[in-house]
């Protein structure tokens, strides 16, 4: 992890950026983020956390021992929850409502959320 991700500098790709570095390509980095990227926190806490709610409580990826019951519950907090886990609790939704749609069938595709 500390050759990916400098928690200190808050910097990423640091194999990438020492590679421009070792051949004098460093003016090749943007030294600001840029990009799209969605405010997750946000969502979390406007939508997230109830469809996390709503769909996570009765899991059938935890009812066929995909996921951890108690992890969920451990770590499952609108408010007082570290960005990470809400990035997992978000990509366990999706993967939550694949199973329904395609491992189950007990929901439509066409549904709206």
Not at 34 to 49: I, R
């Amino acid at each position: 992890m500390n050759l990916k991700y400098d928690l200190k500098t808050d910097t990423g790709k640091l194999l990438l950026r020492e590679i421009l570095h070792k051949y004098s390509l460093d003016k090749l980095l943007i030294k600001k983020k840029q990009g799209f990227s969605v405010d997750t926190m946000n969502l979390w806490k406007s939508y997230g956390y109830d469809l996390c709610d709503c769909y996570l409580s009765d899991a059938r990826i935890v009812q066929s021992k995909w996921i951890n019951k108690d992890w969920i519950e451990k770590h499952f907090d609108k408010n007082n929850i570290d960005i990470r886990y809400v990035n997992k609790f978000l990509g366990l939704l999706s993967l939550e409502i694949w199973y329904r749609i395609f491992i189950t069938k007990e929901m439509k595709p066409t549904v709206t959320l």
